[in-house]
C-alpha cells in the first residue's frame, strides 16, 4: 500500500477517478485526489467545519 506521497498513489487514484461511471463515487475519488495534490484546499475545507470544544 501506498501512501499520499507516492506518486503511484496518486497515479493509482487518477486510475480509479478514470474508471468509476457512478457520478457520485467519481467525484468522491476527485476530492481524495485533490486533497493530495493541494493540501492547502484541504485545510480550508477542514477549517469551514463548524466546531466547538463543547462537542462529544
Known amino acids: 500500500m501506498f501512501n499520499a506521497g507516492h506518486i ?3 497515479d493509482k487514484l487518477q ?3 478514470d474508471y468509476h461511471n457512478i457520478e ?3 467525484k468522491t475519488y476527485q476530492q481524495m485526489y485533490k486533497n ?4 492547502h484546499a484541504f485545510q480550508k475545507r477542514l477549517d469551514a467545519i463548524p466546531y466547538t470544544s463543547n462537542c462529544r
Open 15 to 17: 486510475e480509479i477517478i
Open 8 to 10: 503511484e498513489y496518486k
Open 24 to 26: 457520485d463515487h467519481k
Open 36 to 39: 493530495i495534490m493541494d493540501p
